[in-house]
């Protein structure tokens, strides 16, 4: 069903949005009570189990939406926030200098329209500060991509998939000392987020917002349905795709990467005890171009939807404006790339999801995965050895 009047697309139907909403509110409820031990923080869907910087934002949408009855206000916000971070994908898009024919491609899907107008979900404020992140290491404001993606992460823990590629990015492109401090400032903002639970219970607020032993429901998965509910359900498959989801990161940090520097991992490796001089460093940096970022980013974040062990509906929201990108970075053909994305789409909108439509969704990340790491292997080729060179000729000790 689609979130609009056809007499009048101006206007947002009010329809049911009662999957997360309630239960979001009912959680808000609690802590704007007074309750700040994570455990104890419950609605009708189970336990609270999202960090901090999502309990602040439904806070806010809880007062605003008169404790969140108000839906069509609620609605409305999504409605504004999906033009936002759409602007934002574009301008990304933009930045990496990615063509026009894909970005009809952006706009055109039902089921991303449905998670941010219909179900509300707490995955489009994460998605909207993921990109606004991108946009700002594209511009090369360091300070405020680090702040932004881990308020991303505070928002839920799914963008944790594109940190491999933002630890990547900040070593290439500052020195090892400013990245490291980049990254104890997204520590410190997870702390500042945290900090009214920490004292209360620190271990229950760990273990509920970034719960990596949780155990998912068969029923609900939309890209593993095909393998069964036993082998699903298995420990034997959980241990296949953590070891699938490292190995496919270390082959895109092994071969493409760390391209930019010309440098090998060990000749890399080496630079954190013999740095490289300033210059060296600058120019090293400035191989790191708005579409690199974007490119490994993206990649990242495909690479752990496609290992994931369920994914969800609403997980959508990071792959629909992945798709187009990485499908084009792939050197495929414009045709295909319509193919493609078309057949993702109805994949994502077969409710309940069904064999046929589960080996859909993981054959098109599978395409998405490996057709760019294939359509990349060029990439600073013609310029690696140089930079190598350039790089061992003014590496020196500090």
């Given at each position: ?49 999202y960090p901090a910087a999502h309990l602040y934002i439904y806070s806010a949408l809880y007062r605003i939406t008169d404790g969140g009855k108000d839906t069509l206000v609620a609605q409305i916000i999504f409605a504004a926030l999906y033009l936002g971070v759409l602007s934002l994908v574009m301008a990304c898009y933009t930045m990496a200098k990615a063509p026009a024919y894909i970005f009809p491609l952006l706009i055109l899907s039902k089921r991303l329209h449905s998670i941010f ?282």
């Amino acid at each position: 069903m689609w979130p609009y009047n056809l007499e009048n697309p101006l206007l947002i139907v009010e329809i049911d949005t009662e999957i997360d909403w309630i239960a979001y509110m009912q959680q808000v409820k609690q802590y704007l009570d007074g309750e700040c031990d994570y455990t104890k923080i419950k609605g009708d869907t189970g336990p609270l189990v999202y960090p901090a910087a999502h309990l602040y934002i439904y806070s806010a949408l809880y007062r605003i939406t008169d404790g969140g009855k108000d839906t069509l206000v609620a609605q409305i916000i999504f409605a504004a926030l999906y033009l936002g971070v759409l602007s934002l994908v574009m301008a990304c898009y933009t930045m990496a200098k990615a063509p026009a024919y894909i970005f009809p491609l952006l706009i055109l899907s039902k089921r991303l329209h449905s998670i941010f107008l219909l179900r509300l979900f707490n995955d489009c404020f994460a998605i909207g500060a993921l990109f606004l992140s991108v946009y700002a290491y594209q511009r090369r404001i360091w300070t405020v991509g680090s702040v932004t993606y881990s308020w991303a992460v505070g928002t839920k823990m799914s963008v944790l998939l594109a940190a491999p590629a933002v630890f990547s990015i900040l070593l290439l492109s500052l020195p090892l000392r400013r990245a490291l401090n980049a990254a104890f400032l997204m520590v410190q903002v997870q702390f500042t987020i945290a900090f009214p639970f920490l004292p209360v219970n620190g271990y229950g607020y760990i273990g509920r917002a970034f719960e990596f032993t949780r155990q998912f429901l068969f029923k609900w998965t939309v890209n593993w349905r095909f393998v069964g509910a036993e082998t699903f359900l298995s420990r034997e498959f959980s241990l296949v795709l953590a070891i699938s989801n490292l190995s496919i990161l270390l082959l895109f940090f092994v071969t493409r990467w760390i391209r930019p520097t010309g440098l090998s991992l060990p000749a890399l490796l080496s630079t954190i005890f013999k740095p490289l001089s300033s210059q060296a460093q600058q120019h090293m940096s400035l191989r790191i171009t708005p579409s690199f970022i974007l490119t490994t980013v993206l990649s990242s974040l495909s690479i752990g939807m496609l290992c994931a062990r369920s994914l969800h509906y609403q997980f959508f929201a990071y792959i629909a404006w992945s798709t187009p990108f990485l499908l084009w970075r792939s050197g495929m053909h414009p045709s295909l790339i319509y193919t493609i994305w078309a057949a993702q789409e109805w994949a994502w909108n077969v409710y309940p999801s069904t064999k046929i439509s589960s080996v859909v969704v993981v054959g098109c990340l599978s395409i998405q995965v490996f057709g760019i790491w294939w359509g990349t292997r060029k990439d600073f080729a013609s310029m690696s050895n140089a930079v190598g060179r350039e790089a061992k000729e003014h590496r020196h000790i500090e």
